[in-house]
């Protein structure tokens, strides 16, 4: 499926099973295709969707330039498309960005933002500081080794070969995606909001630290804390069994708080 905007890109996205929504956002490596582990399972009991950011995947991939600033637009038009409401939205490390400030654009329709292994660019200079010092531990080690434990990757070679290759699919690059971080919402503007916000993290995430992820969820009056031990920054992808059930908890929970006393 797909929605045309009003520049001419086109945003594929795909729509499975019924129940409560959950909307799923990918990072910097991925696309649609990359939920394949939570598809399956999710779709059972709730309404599973899937979208490719412009520049990934089947999404306006021949565009000549891409500006992460339109990827929340892209994410409303897909919830506006299928007028979807009461959504649990989660992004995925850099996804989490696009889905918080896509959830401050339309909070008729999302109920609850979970920020996967992201603070979702919460502007505020502590965590500023906090994200900055992680990132320089971060280089340090070879891509690889900062979104898949090297236990994962010794032990499971043909599923690391695979999420290599999700990325070749798509077109927009990490240069592309530096602008989204820009201009982030700040901490009162995500807690006056009213959506329910939940930082979802590893215990052994090589990007992002707990204790920053922590302080974050500190910082968030209301906000959830789900920190997991033994997974890595791609949850998703090396412990979808963690990950599944930790994203049912918080859909679990979202439903609950929106349900009429």
Known sequence: MGVALSDGTKIYYERHGEG??????????????????????????????????????????SMPEFDGQDFP???????????????????????????????????????????????????????????????????????????????????????????QQQGTFNVATMADLRNLSAGGPSVEEVTASGLDITFLAGERDAVISPATVRRAHELVEGSHLELVPGAPHSMYWERPDLFNAALIRIRERVSQRKAPA
């Open 20 to 61: 409560p929504p959950i909307l799923l956002v990918h990072g910097s490596g991925g696309h649609h295709a990359a939920w394949w582990q939570q598809v399956a399972v999710l779709r059972e009991h709730y309404t599973v969707v899937t979208v490719d950011l412009r520049g990934f995947g089947n999404s306006g991939s």
């Open 73 to 163: 637009g892209d994410i409303v038009a897909v919830l506006d498309r299928e007028d979807l409401t009461d959504v649990l939205l989660f992004g995925q490390s850099i996804g989490a960005v696009a889905a918080l400030r896509a959830g401050l654009l339309r909070p008729g329709r999302v109920s609850g933002v979970a920020l996967g292994h992201s603070l979702g660019s919460i502007s505020h200079p502590e965590l500023s500081e906090l994200v900055a010092a992680d990132r320089a531990e971060a280089v340090r080690l070879p891509v690889i080794d900062r979104l898949l434990t090297r236990e994962f990757q010794e032990n499971e070679k043909a599923m690391t070969f695979l999420f």
